[in-house]
């Protein structure tokens, strides 16, 4: 059997793992597993403290063990790595959920830096046939439940890259009274707005091609396939500015009930998808897109590729 790796990505809305070997070309990869868990880890994190909540952390852990003996199972071995990233770097408990893990699994799990996360997501959508051989100059955004990172490439290489504090679920904790109820018109252009201006102040100028790696995108995808829409589930989609922004003012107006049962949202991402259908529309707006591509190599197809590369045994 080829050396295979095991990613356990942790995130502010979902925990993730992947096993993978190598694949033919510079970045390819062969996916042998992936299972995704919804643990909402992040709730709270807009506090001005923030910190996880016991029951977060308990959660968390089980999650995590459980896709750790997933990796194990698969013969990623000691080659496997976990890792966290908006929610838990904000948190101040953030250390102590990750000696949780560390004591269930034995394993040692690492908080990613924000510079780390983006340049794992880089190098992630490189490992995408469908955009790292097309595409020289481009534009990749991941946008998380804590953090929308952004990646400028130009020439094929990494130009600019930044982490910004911008993720669905921080956003509708700060902006949104009641998320469950449609939303206010005032409380949508508040969110746009400082969404906005933190892209406009920030290191990374969006210019389209768009790639995009969010949660948000793929539950955007769920949509459309329930609705109909045909979609081959491994490959990358493209979204038209139209598609979203229509998606956008149907679902906003729509109680959190009449989201899932009338747009096919997943319920757990319900009450946070109308911030992720802004955040989208803005990102589209500055960098004047009239379409964005979805693609699900992202964090942990980075990271694989990095440990295939180097492995640790």
């Given at each position: ?25 510079r ?7 992936e299972?995704t ?7 709270g ?7 996880l ?5 308990q959660?968390?852990i ?10 194990v ?10 890792v966290?990233?908006s929610?838990?770097?904000s ?8 000696e ?13 830096s ?7 997501i ?20 991941d946008l ?12 094929g ?6 982490s ?7 956003l509708t904790?700060?902006?949104?009274s ?7 018109a005032?409380?949508q ?5 400082h ?14 091609p ?30 038209k ?17 009449e989201r ?53 045994t």
């Open positions: 059997m080829r050396a295979r790796v095991g990613i356990i990505d942790i995130g502010s809305n979902s925990i993730k793992a992947l096993v993978a070997e190598r694949g033919p070309g970045f390819g990869l062969e996916i042998v597993h299972h868990l919804e643990v909402r880890i992040s709730k994190i807009s506090r001005e403290n923030p910190s909540a016991e029951d977060r952390i959660a968390g089980r999650a995590v063990e459980e896709l750790w003996r997933e990796c199972g698969l013969g990623a071995g000691d080659n496997i790595r976990i966290a990233t929610a838990v770097r948190a101040g408990n953030g250390v102590r959920f990750m949780g893990i560390a004591e269930a699994t034995g394993c040692m799990a690492e908080i990613l924000g510079e780390e996360e983006a340049e794992g880089a190098l992630g959508v490189r490992t995408d046939p469908a955009i790292g051989d097309i595409y020289d100059n481009f534009t990749v955004f998380g439940g804590g953090s929308l990172e952004l990646i400028r490439f130009e020439r290489e990494v130009r600019f890259r930044t910004l504090p911008l993720g669905s679920v921080r904790e700060r902006f949104f009641q998320p469950e109820l449609p939303l206010p005032e409380e252009e508040a969110l746009a707005g969404v906005r201006a933190s892209i406009e102040a920030g290191a990374v100028d969006p210019r389209p768009l790639i995009g790696c969010s949660g948000g995108l793929a539950a955007l995808r769920h949509c459309l396939a329930e609705a109909g829409v045909e979609d081959d589930t491994d490959t990358a989609m493209v979204f500015r139209s598609t979203i922004e229509g998606l956008k003012e149907r679902v906003n107006s729509q109680p959190i009930a899932i049962s009338r747009s096919l949202i997943p319920a757990a991402r319900a009450d946070i998808f109308p911030a992720a259908l802004l955040t989208f529309s803005v990102v589209m707006e500055l960098a004047g897109a009239v379409e964005l591509i979805h693609s699900f190599h992202n964090l942990r197809y980075g990271l694989a590729w990095s440990l295939l590369r180097s492995p640790r």
